[in-house]
């Protein structure tokens, strides 16, 4: 491994090493080294002999305000949130349609919405599953990876190389390397420092073999891209209410990022820790009755395997929920699963081992290390023989008779260990929730997993031992993905507007809504708010059908708009239609029932039962207003960044920018702003720069703002 504290002779390394032609993979999200990436990117693009190829995913920006009053607002924000985080040279040339010729860029995610408009962003979208991206990356000639990596002395060798950890992105990086080296392949490593990633350890540790180039130079650490914590609406958390109603105790939870995923974990800390709140708030959002829902407090615990390690996950950690713990072995995973092992090591576990084959009698020399590494029995224990000894104490190792099993008891350890109650392959999330993993005890890191998106994704590949041990780990699981629109037969799409315009991505949602009929009692649950505004008015997010499909209908399973819950699975053609429609808006329940008539889906006479003709913002709005006065489902559950004028000033930005797409709504606005002005505080016209409206636009757009404040 080599070592550089100097960006440029990195790259002058890297260029001798890899010659004209260059294919780099960089992780996504915050796993990018941001500073690495530019420097290459520049020399190459100066250069303009070499060609550089570039595949990644969820390439990440600093906000920038569309309008003049957003740019302003934004300004102060950024700085104090983002700091010196450094955005990506290739996204602003992509952005602005300026990539020069000898470089491509390749993203099989994209940030949400952001390059519709984007021809050749567009045009270089890679659709694969998420799990596929390492087999893609090397068809396509992957040569160098380059990753941020976090840093911590190694404490058996304080003077030597620190120890490294793939911190928020192991998910694709061990995979590509083993792969590369199975195949022969040769793969430039690049490992670069930043301080501000926390250290995360297990499968995430990163030996020293896996790095051919480390750098730590100046620049090389800066503030991670912290997104701020979204308002969490009405429609939210309707959707997540009836979603934590669905969440059976002692099962697994897939939940993702954004103002959804912190509805469902705060209506699951609801659930536990004010449960007759809870069941009050279901009862009055469910007109078929919520007697089968999943409305208990937790006994057992939940445990987390998901894609992304959010910050809702950590807030579940932190009350208590999330303590479900899973093992590395399958053995004792069965046990676990069985109620066995207890809260504490104990005989009874260690005579259901031996019963059940996974330790033998007498103990071997594997035994006693597994028992070790689980807890089972103390690390100073030694087997000599067919005897164990500790302390000046003997034991015997033949454990065929319940006496010498009884006689162990002093041996026994004080808590499991090597347990862990979440699986994640990435995180991101706001500041405090970098902070609280930097924060974490040895004790709480080790029971959090980051992993190969391969082990979370998938099911198979890996050979039948490791497809059985996800089978025993993950049981009960309730895997909960956002789509954009839902088909009336069931089909999603959530990657797609049309064909032709990539919004996103698929990520890992079809393994999951795949995995979600692969295991037994597991459910694939799809979530969508049951209208979207924009340009083109109000139109509901369930239709009759759609041009791109993400999951195909054979794949229904349940489906969650505000207004109620769908079990689709199992069902026939036309009871599919009548409970979607059920959870549809009622604006355009009529339309969508016709059309489903028209293609003779449904019978002539059925009607809509008139219990579900009342899905209506408003009246869901009265269902939970009660609750979000009591401050059970307040706008920001878990914080935000912004401050109460910072708050104030952005729901009025919405409106005008709602205002600006609708232009009834504008005529109205304009006519209001006319009837006189109104005061508003000097801190929000300096804020957006209209402290000085010397100009006809400026008072103009103050008028509106005063209007809407």
């Not at 080296?181 to 297990?202: I, K």
Request: net charge neutral; glycine share 8%; hydrophobic share 45%.
């Amino acid at each position: 491994m080599q070592r550089f504290d100097r960006m440029d002779a990195a790259i002058d390394e890297v260029l001798a090493r890899l010659g004209d032609e260059i294919v780099m993979a960089i992780p996504l999200g915050l796993g990018k080294p941001n500073p690495f990436v530019n420097a290459l990117y520049r020399r190459i693009k100066a250069e303009g002999s070499r060609r550089l190829k570039i595949f990644t995913a969820l390439s990440l920006e600093k906000p920038v305000g569309k309008s003049e009053l957003e740019q302003h607002f934004l300004e102060p924000l950024v700085e104090r949130v983002f700091a010196d985080y450094p955005d990506l040279d290739y996204v602003k040339d992509s952005r602005a349609a300026a990539l020069p010729p000898n470089i491509e860029v390749h993203e099989f995610f994209l940030k949400t919405g952001d390059y519709l408009d984007n021809s050749a962003a567009q045009q270089a979208y890679v659709s694969t599953n998420y799990s596929f991206v390492v087999r893609d990356m090397m068809a396509l000639g992957v040569n160098l990876i380059a990753q941020a990596v976090a840093a911590r002395p190694d404490p058996t060798a304080p003077e030597g190389p620190p120890l490294l950890s793939l911190s928020c992105n192991p998910d694709l990086t061990l995979d590509l390397i083993e792969k590369m080296a199975a195949a022969g392949r040769p793969l430039l490593r690049v490992a670069v420092l930043n301080e501000q990633l926390p250290f995360m350890g297990g499968t995430a540790l990163c030996p020293a073999r896996h790095v051919d180039l480390l750098i730590d130079a100046p620049g090389s650490s800066h503030a991670l891209f912290a997104p701020p914590n979204a308002a969490v609406g009405w429609a939210d958390y309707a959707i997540g209410l009836h979603a934590a109603s669905l969440v059976p105790d002692g099962g697994t939870l897939q939940i993702g990022i954004g103002s959804l995923g912190d509805a469902i974990a705060q209506a699951l800390i609801v659930r536990e820790q004010n449960n007759p709140a809870f069941r009050h708030i279901l009862s009055s959002l469910c007109p078929d009755g919520s007697a089968e829902r999943e409305l208990q407090r937790f006994d057992q615990g939940l445990y987390g395997c998901s894609e992304m390690f959010v910050n809702g996950f950590m807030r579940l950690i932190d009350a208590g929920l999330l303590r479900r713990e899973v093992f590395d072995d399958l053995g004792l995973q069965q046990l676990a699963n069985l109620g066995v092992l207890g809260e504490a090591p104990n005989l009874s576990a260690l005579q259901a081992l031996l019963a059940s084959g996974r330790i033998a009698s007498p103990l071997h020399a594997e035994d006693l290390r597994f028992l070790q590494h689980c807890g089972l029995l103390r690390t100073e224990v030694r087997l000599i023989g067919e005897e164990l000894h500790a302390e000046g104490q003997v034991f015997s190792a033949r454990l065929d008779e319940r006496s010498a099993v009884q006689a162990l008891q002093p041996l026994l350890g004080t808590r499991w260990r090597g347990g862990q109650v979440m699986h994640g392959g990435f995180f991101l999330g706001p500041r405090d929730f970098y902070q609280r993993l930097r924060d974490l005890s040895d004790e709480e890191r080790a029971r959090i997993a980051m992993t190969r998106i391969g082990f979370i994704n998938e099911l198979y590949g890996d050979g039948l031992a490791s497809e059985q041990l996800k089978r025993a780990q993950r049981v009960k699981a309730r895997f909960m993905n956002t789509t954009m629109q839902m088909t009336l037969l069931g089909a999603a799409a959530s990657d797609a507007l049309d064909p032709a315009r990539v919004v996103s991505g698929v990520g890992g949602q079809y393994n999951f809504v795949a995995m979600g009929h692969a295991l037994p009692d597991a459910r694939s649950i799809l979530m969508l708010r049951a209208t979207h505004d924009n340009h083109q008015g109000l139109r509901s997010s369930i239709v009759w059908d759609c041009a791109n499909t993400t999951i195909p209908r054979h794949l229904r399973d349940i489906v969650i708009t505000e207004y109620g819950v769908a079990d689709l699975r199992g069902q026939c053609d036309a009871e599919v239609i009548k409970r979607l429609l059920a959870i549809a808006d009622s604006r355009f329940q009529d339309e969508l029932l016709a059309t489903a008539k028209a293609h003779g889906k449904l019978a002539a006479d059925y009607q809509l039962p008139e219990r579900y003709r009342a899905n209506l913002p408003a009246t869901l709005r009265e269902r939970l207003r009660p609750w979000r006065n009591e401050g059970l489902l307040p706008d920001f559950p878990f914080g935000t960044d912004l401050t109460a004028d910072e708050l104030v000033i952005v729901r009025t930005l919405k409106k005008l920018k709602h205002a600006s797409a609708h232009p009834l709504e504008l005529v109205l606005m304009i006519l209001k702003s006319l009837s006189g002005e109104r005061p508003v505080p000097q801190a929000y016209l300096e804020r957006l720069g209209l402290d000085q409206a010397n100009s006809f636009k400026k008072q103009f757009m103050k008028r509106l703002f005063a209007v809407n404040l």
